[in-house]
T-cell receptor
Framework: KAGVTQTPRYLIKTRGQQVTLSCSPISGHRSVSWYQQTPGQGLQFLFEYFSETQRNKGNFPGRFSGRQFSNSRSEMNVSTLELGDSALYLC?????????????FGPGTRLTVL | GENVEQHPSTLSVQEGDSAVIKCTYSDSASNYFPWYKQELGKRPQLIIDIRSNVGEKKDQRIAVTLNKTAKHFSLHITETQPEDSAVYFCAASMGGNEKLTFGTGTRLTIIP
């Protein structure tokens, strides 16, 4: 079974631009979570989607948004990029919920904001 | 919301010795506690998890203990090997449809 995939793997943007990241979960998984990983901050939860609905949300500004499609693929968007948005963005999928099922991570998208 | 604290942030251990990483959580309703290992340049991977109805779980050289009264849980790695060098993250969740809250990670270095 194919694992979680993310595209693109690397991105370089400038301040003020916007970016869209994509995540394809493991086949059959309906829950997709997004995390921001920076040195020293660990894995900061952005949001979680289940059946095309945002079920949980972390403490990030409204510039961070996401959506999930009927095939469970998910995208996250960051508008008006800031230097501090430079990070590794990880998505993870699970059967129904990360609170009960094993969560599998993708390889991440490394975003650099100049 | 849930808050998870993890200590130490870095840990160096002689090969063959044991390593212990500790986490505390704030919400007594939390009932699921996974541990993830992230090797350099790789994605985090689940290595062991425990649910609140048990106090200890073992898998070969890895064990996790849970103290619900004190709201803390620990990862124990025995007979450490060079391939154990990685960043380890603990996490907690209240289960159901709740999210996972992660600790800030422990960088474990095994000294040959």
């Amino acid at each position: 079974k194919a694992g979680v995939t993310q595209t693109p793997r690397y991105l370089i943007k400038t301040r003020g631009q916007q970016v869209t990241l994509s995540c394809s979960p493991i086949s059959g998984h309906r829950s997709v979570s997004w995390y921001q990983q920076t040195p020293g901050q660990g894995l900061q939860f952005l949001f979680e989607y289940f059946s095309e609905t945002q079920r949980n949300k972390g403490n990030f500004p409204g510039r961070f948004s996401g959506r999930q499609f009927s095939n469970s693929r998910s995208e996250m968007n960051v508008s008006t990029l800031e230097l501090g948005d430079s990070a590794l963005y990880l998505c993870a999928s699970s059967w129904t919920s990360p609170g009960t099922d094993t969560q599998y991570f993708g390889p991440g998208t490394r975003l650099t904001v100049l | 919301g849930e808050n998870v604290e993890q200590h130490p942030s870095t840990l160096s251990v002689q090969e063959g010795d044991s390593a212990v990483i500790k986490c505390t959580y704030s919400d007594s309703a939390s009932n699921y506690f996974p541990w993830y290992k992230q090797e350099l340049g790789k994605r985090p991977q689940l290595i062991i998890d425990i649910r609140s109805n048990v106090g200890e779980k073992k898998d070969q050289r890895i064990a996790v203990t849970l103290n619900k009264t004190a709201k803390h849980f620990s990862l124990h790695i025995t007979e450490t090997q060079p391939e154990d060098s990685a960043v380890y993250f603990c996490a907690a969740s209240m289960g159901g449809n709740e999210k996972l809250t992660f600790g800030t990670g422990t960088r474990l270095t095994i000294i040959p």
